[in-house]
């Protein structure tokens, strides 16, 4: 059966212009374009498809409480396909994106907490091991539960962290990144223009008045009226001074003597024994002779 065209007839500036609506003609042209349309947004939305594609991660919970200075993270790990390994090596990256400061400030008696945010903070890495062997059948699945803690002593402290999760083997990326809140207490910071100790205040108070006061007395004397208060009092008693020793007392003089001078003395006195014992032994002899 023979196939019917319709064909028309347009008039343009007084010319006829004959135009057909089969397969040729305008019509090819808009099956060609429509093609081109098609592939141009088939090309976008493969480039479109997230660098997550090969998994995922569910973040049991993204806001976490600090126990014994440590913080205890739950997740999900779902990946395509199941992995070759029953261990998969995990690396999950820590970025500070602010801190929670507790300050002692002026005017507060409790130490004020607020969030200070943080630029170009060197991340912390985390690498760990997944286990995706499934105890029942002996075989790897391809999701699994996990659960790992972070601690003050590998650097973490109370903020929020923005984290990224990695297969350690390939490099690449599982799952979208998270912002995980670290609940804890950091150490206070003592921000106070002046710090007051009422306790040891108290004391050094007293005794600097204790000073000032025992400073302000002075010696009352006749011209002052309460010298005179119950009435006249006699004149103190000056001591006399002590005499002077008996060996100063003879002689002027310091009263000391030199060593040598006593020697001398004492020398001369033995002399003067041993030539009278001399005298008399020989007295005796000539009283014996005669």
């Known amino acids: 059966m023979p196939i ?3 064909n028309m007839r347009t008039s343009v500036g007084g010319t006829s212009v004959r135009s057909a609506s089969g397969p040729g003609g305008l019509g090819r042209s808009a099956f060609f374009n429509r093609c081109a349309a098609l ?29 014994d200075k440590s913080w205890k993270i739950s997740i999900e790990v779902h990946l395509d396909k199941a992995p070759d390994v029953a261990h998969l090596p995990v690396r999950f990256t820590f970025t ?29 890495v985390e690498s ?18 996990f659960t790992f803690q972070i601690t003050r002593d ?6 929020t962290y923005q984290v990224q999760v990695m297969d350690a083997r390939s490099g690449k990326e599982l799952g979208g990144e998270a912002t995980l809140t670290l609940d804890g207490e950091n150490d206070v910071v003592d921000r106070r223009t002046m710090v007051f100790d009422d306790q040891k205040s108290k004391p050094k108070k ?9 400073s302000s007395q002075k010696e009352l004397t006749p011209e002052d009226d309460a010298y005179w208060a119950g009435g006249a009092k006699p004149p103190a ?12 007392q003879d002689r002027p003089g310091c009263g000391c003597r030199m060593g040598g001078e006593t020697s001398a003395a004492s020398g001369w006195a033995l002399g003067a024994l041993a030539l009278g014992a001399f005298v008399r032994r020989r007295r005796a002899a000539s009283a014996d002779e005669r």
């Open 39 to 67: 592939l141009l947004g088939l090309a976008i939305g493969l480039c479109a498809v997230p660098a997550f594609a090969g998994g995922k991660i569910v973040w049991k919970r993204t806001k976490l409480e600090e126990l």
């Open 4 to 6: 019917a065209h319709n």
């Open 237 to 248: 008693e000056k001591e006399a001074p002590l005499p002077p020793p008996a060996h100063m």
């Open 154 to 159: 590998r650097g973490f402290e109370a903020g």
């Open 96 to 124: 500070a994106l602010s801190y929670y400061e507790r300050a002692l400030v002026d005017g507060h008696k409790d130490p004020v907490i607020r969030q200070v945010p943080l630029e170009h903070q060197q991340p912390i």
């Open 206 to 214: 007293a005794e600097a008045e204790t000073k000032a006061a025992a």
């Open 128 to 145: 760990v091991d997944v286990g995706f062997l499934d105890p029942g059948t002996g075989k790897t699945a391809n999701r699994t539960r």
